[in-house]
C-alpha cells in the first residue's frame, strides 16, 4: 500500500489532523510555556526509516532527549515485557488456565514514558485496563500480574476477586481499578482535592499522613471515555481548582467498535477541550516512547509546579481486539490494521535501537529470550499459587476493624439530655458541628450546603446552609477548606468523595434530593460500596452520604418524593440508616460518621421539623449501633415492623386500635442494612402476628424481604399471614388528594391491623 493511500486511510479513521504537537526537544526544556496559540493543522512530514507515515500528533524531527544506552534499554525492556504477558495471557486463555484477558498492546510506548516521570509509592494513580506498562515500571512483577490473571489469593490487585488488568497495588499507590468506563476520573479529581485542601487548612494537613506539595495524580482513559459525562465533570473540577492531576488520554481510535469520529464530534477530543481554563494540553505520538518522554516529562513538570491539571492526548494503536470476548476483524479492514501493525511501538523501537547502535541484533534476541525465560518462570509459579478459599467469599464487605453494630457504639441508654427540645434539623445540624470539632478530617459539601460561596459577602448575608437549613453556619465556624459547595452533579458529589475518602479524609457529603441520585449511581453501587471488597480490603472509602428522602410534603410531586430504599439496602458494602426522630438522627448520625464504612444516611424530609419527634440535647459522644432496633410500643396482640414516617403514622393507629381492644407492639428498625432480626423475631414470638410497614412501594418494596424471611423462619410462631402495608405501585403525585392515596396513611395501617387481628 502506497503512504498516500496509508495517509488517507489515517485521516479519514481519525479525524482531522491536530494542532501541532510538543515533540521530544521539550525534555531539553521542561518549563511548559503558558499560552497555548491557535492551532494549525499538521501536515505530512517524509518517510522515515522507522516509520512510513507521521502519526497523528507527532511533529517534525527535533532535537532528541539525551539518553543513556542504558535508559534506553530498560524502556524497551519494559515495553517488551509488556506485550509479552499480553502474549502469555492470551495462550493460557486458550489453554483454558485463565479466564479473561484484554491488552494494553499498543500502548506501550507512552504508558512506560508516564511511569519514568512519576514516583511511585509518592505520586497517586488512577489508571485503566490497557496500563499493563505503567504498572510495570512503577514496580509491579509479571508475578504480580499473572497471580491476578489466575484468580490467586495472593494477586495483591484484588486477592483474586477482579479479572485481570484491573490494576491496584497498595506500596505504590495505583488505586484499585473497576470495570465501569471512566469513574476513575472523579475518584482522581477528589484524590488531587484532598492534597488542594490540605494546603488550604492546618488541620487538614496535620491529618493527611501521605500528604505531598508536588504530589502528582495520574488518571488515564481511552477515546471512548471521553463521552462520558464524568470526563467533562473531572475535567471540570480539576481545572477550576487548579488540580495537579495528568489526564492521559490513550486514543486508539476505537471504543470496542465504535470508531473515534462517531464517538467524538470532530474525531478529536483535543479541540473540544480547548475551552477550559488553566488546562495545559499537550498533543503527541504515543507510539514513539522518546517522544512520549519529553512530553510526559513537560506535563509532569506542569502539575508538581502546581500550574494546574496538565492533558496530554497520545494517539497510540490497538493492535490486538479490545479483549478476547472480542474480534476485531468483524468490523476493521485489513488495510486498516496493517496500517497500524506498521505504527507498532515495540517494533518500531527495536528497529530504532539496532539502527543507532545501540544494540545488535544479536543482543536484541538474548534480551527478548531473558524476557520470555521470566515471564514463563513467573507463569508457573501463578498457575502453582493458590486460589482463594470459598469462605473467604463475605470476608471484606464491611470493616474487619471498625464494627458499627457493637457496644463500642453503643452510648444511648445512660444519655443525659439537656436544653429545649429540638427538630431533627437542629440535632443533625449539631452533630455535625460537634463532629467536625472532634475531627479535623471531616469535610462536608454538596449543592448549596455552604452558607456562602462567595466569602466577603458572608457578614452580609444570613446564609444558605442547605434547602433545610441542616448545614447552617458550618462553613461560617470551620471555614471553607473545610465546607464548600459543588456543581450540581451527583456523580461529581459521590466520585470526589471516593477519591478524598482513598487518601484519609472524611467526606460527609449531601445528595440534595434522594429523587436525583440516580446520575451517581455507578458512583455508589460500583465504586462507594465496592472498593474495599474487590480490593480484598486494600483501599477503603469511608464516605458519609446524607440524603433527603420521601414524601407527605402536599407538593413533593414525583421528583421531590420518592423512597426507593430497597433499591439502596440490596447493595452489599453500603450501610444504609433511616432515623424517624431528632434523637435518633443525632446517634446515628455520629456513629455513621465514627465508623469504617459508606454509609447511606437517609432523613425523611417530612420529619425534618415535626413537634411529635424533637428531643433535648444529648451528649457529644451519644451513639446508637447500627443494628438495633427500639421498641417504640409495647402490645402483645399484634407487631408492626416499620421504620421513617410510618412509625408515627404506626403509633396514631395502633391508639386508635387500642380503642377496639387490640394491643399493637412497634419495633422502629432505625437502620434498614443492617436490621435487626432479633428484635423482630422476639416480638414476632411474642404476639404471633405481624404487620411489615414502609413507604416504599408494595411490590418489591423493603418490606418483602423481611416478610418473606418471617414466614421462612418464624413460621411455627405465626398465627396469621404477614402482612404488608406500602405505598401503591405507582409515582407520587401532586394534588394532595391524589397523594393522600398513593402514600400509606394512618387508616391503612389501622385496616391492616383490625383485619389481622380478625383473622
Known amino acids: 500500500m502506497s503512504d498516500t493511500k496509508v495517509l488517507r486511510l489515517v ?23 503558558r499560552e497555548l496559540k491557535p492551532a494549525r493543522e499538521s501536515k505530512p512530514v517524509p518517510v522515515t526509516a522507522i516509520k512510513s507515515v507521521p502519526r497523528r500528533g507527532s511533529a517534525k524531527p527535533q532535537q532528541k532527549p539525551r539518553l543513556s544506552r542504558e535508559e534506553m534499554l530498560k524502556i524497551f525492556r519494559t515495553m517488551y515485557l509488556s506485550r509479552r504477558l499480553d502474549d502469555k495471557e492470551i495462550q493460557m486463555k486458550g489453554q483454558n488456565r485463565i479466564f479473561f484477558q484484554i491488552s494494553g498492546a499498543g500502548h506501550e510506548a507512552i504508558l512506560v514514558a508516564a511511569g519514568m516521570c ?8 488512577y489508571p485503566y485496563y490497557r496500563d499493563r506498562a505503567l504498572c510495570l515500571q512503577l514496580g509491579m512483577t509479571p508475578l504480580e500480574m499473572l497471580l491476578q490473571s489466575v484468580g490467586a489469593e495472593a494477586d495483591p490487585n484484588s486477592h483474586g476477586r477482579q479479572m485481570p488488568s484491573h ?90 467498535s465504535v470508531p473515534v469520529e462517531v464517538q467524538t464530534a470532530g474525531g478529536d477530543i483535543s479541540k473540544l477541550i480547548r475551552g477550559f481554563p488553566n488546562l495545559y494540553r499537550q498533543q503527541c505520538d504515543g507510539t514513539d516512547p522518546i517522544e512520549s518522554l519529553a512530553v510526559m516529562r513537560r506535563a509532569v513538570d506542569n502539575c508538581r509546579k502546581n500550574r494546574g491539571p496538565s492533558f496530554v492526548h497520545a494517539k497510540v494503536i490497538r493492535p490486538y481486539s479490545h479483549s478476547l470476548s472480542d474480534d476485531e476483524k468483524l468490523y476493521r479492514p485489513d488495510e486498516e490494521r496493517a496500517s497500524d501493525a506498521e505504527h507498532d511501538p515495540i517494533k518500531g523501537f527495536a528497529a530504532q535501537l539496532v539502527k543507532g547502535k545501540v544494540i545488535s541484533q544479536e543482543e536484541l534476541q538474548q534480551l527478548k529470550d531473558e524476557i520470555d525465560r521470566e515471564i514463563n518462570e ?64 471531616i469535610v462536608v459539601f454538596g449543592e448549596d450546603i455552604a452558607d456562602c460561596s462567595r466569602e466577603e459577602f458572608l457578614d452580609k448575608v444570613k446564609g444558605k446552609g442547605g434547602v433545610f437549613k441542616v448545614t447552617a453556619n458550618l462553613q461560617r465556624e470551620f471555614g471553607s477548606a473545610r465546607v464548600f459547595n459543588t456543581p450540581l452533579a451527583e456523580a461529581n458529589i459521590v466520585g470526589r468523595a471516593i477519591g478524598m475518602a482513598t487518601r484519609g479524609l472524611k467526606p460527609v457529603v449531601e445528595i440534595q434530593f434522594f429523587d436525583y441520585i440516580w446520575p451517581a449511581m455507578h458512583q455508589i453501587r460500583n465504586e462507594l460500596a465496592l472498593l474495599r471488597w474487590r480490593s480484598g480490603n486494600e483501599w477503603k472509602c469511608p ?62 424530609k417530612h420529619l425534618y421539623r415535626q413537634t411529635y419527634n424533637k428531643s433535648a440535647y444529648p451528649p457529644d459522644d451519644f451513639m446508637i449501633p447500627f443494628g438495633k432496633a427500639k421498641v417504640v410500643r409495647e402490645g ?124
Not at 479525524?15 to 525534555?27: C, H, I, N, R, S
Not at 440508616?577 to 464504612?597: F, M, Q
Request: charge should be negative.
Open 11 to 33: 485521516k479519514k479513521t481519525e479525524g482531522e489532523l491536530p494542532e501541532k504537537a510538543f515533540t521530544a526537544a521539550a525534555v531539553a526544556a521542561p518549563e511548559p510555556k
Open 118 to 125: 512519576l514516583k511511585p509509592g509518592y505520586d497517586w494513580f
Open 167 to 256: 490494576w491496584g497495588h497498595k506500596k505504590l499507590n495505583i488505586v484499585s481499578q473497576s470495570s465501569p468506563t471512566g469513574t476513575q476520573l472523579l475518584q482522581a479529581a477528589g484524590c488531587a482535592e484532598a492534597g488542594y485542601r490540605a494546603k488550604l487548612a492546618k488541620e487538614l494537613k496535620k491529618r493527611l499522613k501521605t500528604f505531598h506539595h508536588d504530589e502528582v495524580i495520574y488518571v488515564s482513559f481511552g477515546d471512548g471515555t471521553t463521552s462520558e459525562g464524568e470526563f467533562w465533570e473531572a475535567l471540570n473540577t480539576s481545572c477550576n481548582l487548579k488540580l495537579p492531576i495528568v489526564f492521559l488520554l490513550e486514543d486508539n481510535g476505537y471504543a470496542i
Open 378 to 441: 513467573a507463569a508457573d509459579k501463578a498457575l502453582a499459587s493458590s486460589q482463594p478459599a470459598p469462605e473467604t467469599a463475605t470476608q471484606f464487605v464491611f470493616s474487619p476493624d471498625v464494627d458499627p453494630t457493637s457496644k463500642e457504639f453503643d452510648t444511648e441508654d445512660q444519655a443525659q439530655l439537656s436544653g429545649n427540645a429540638s427538630t431533627m434539623v437542629d440535632l443533625i445540624n449539631r452533630c455535625l458541628h460537634t463532629e467536625m470539632k472532634r475531627d479535623s478530617r
Open 543 to 604: 464516605v458519609v452520604l446524607r440524603v433527603p428522602i420521601g414524601g407527605y410534603l402536599k407538593g413533593g410531586a414525583i421528583y421531590h418524593s420518592q423512597s426507593g430504599v430497597s433499591l439502596f439496602t440490596q447493595i452489599p458494602g453500603l450501610r444504609v440508616v433511616y432515623a424517624s426522630n431528632a434523637l435518633d438522627a443525632n446517634g446515628l448520625l455520629r456513629t455513621s460518621i465514627r465508623c469504617d464504612d459508606p454509609v447511606m444516611f437517609l432523613e425523611h
Open 636 to 759: 402483645t396482640d399484634l407487631s408492626i415492623i416499620t421504620y421513617g414516617a410510618l412509625v408515627q403514622r404506626s403509633l396514631v393507629a395502633a391508639r386508635q386500635a387500642e380503642q377496639q381492644g387490640i394491643s399493637v407492639e412497634i419495633i422502629d428498625l432505625r437502620t434498614v442494612s443492617p436490621y435487626d432480626w432479633n428484635a423482630i423475631a422476639a416480638s414476632v414470638e411474642k404476639t404471633s402476628r405481624v404487620i411489615v410497614a414502609h413507604e416504599d412501594s408494595l411490590s418489591w418494596g423493603y418490606g418483602a424481604e423481611i416478610a418473606a424471611r418471617i414466614s421462612s423462619e418464624l413460621f411455627e410462631h405465626l398465627d396469621a399471614p404477614v402482612r404488608r402495608v406500602g405505598a401503591l405501585d405507582t409515582f407520587v403525585a401532586y394534588a394532595p388528594q391524589l397523594e393522600d392515596a398513593i402514600l400509606p396513611q394512618v387508616a391503612d395501617v389501622l385496616k391492616a391491623i383490625t383485619e389481622l387481628a380478625s383473622y
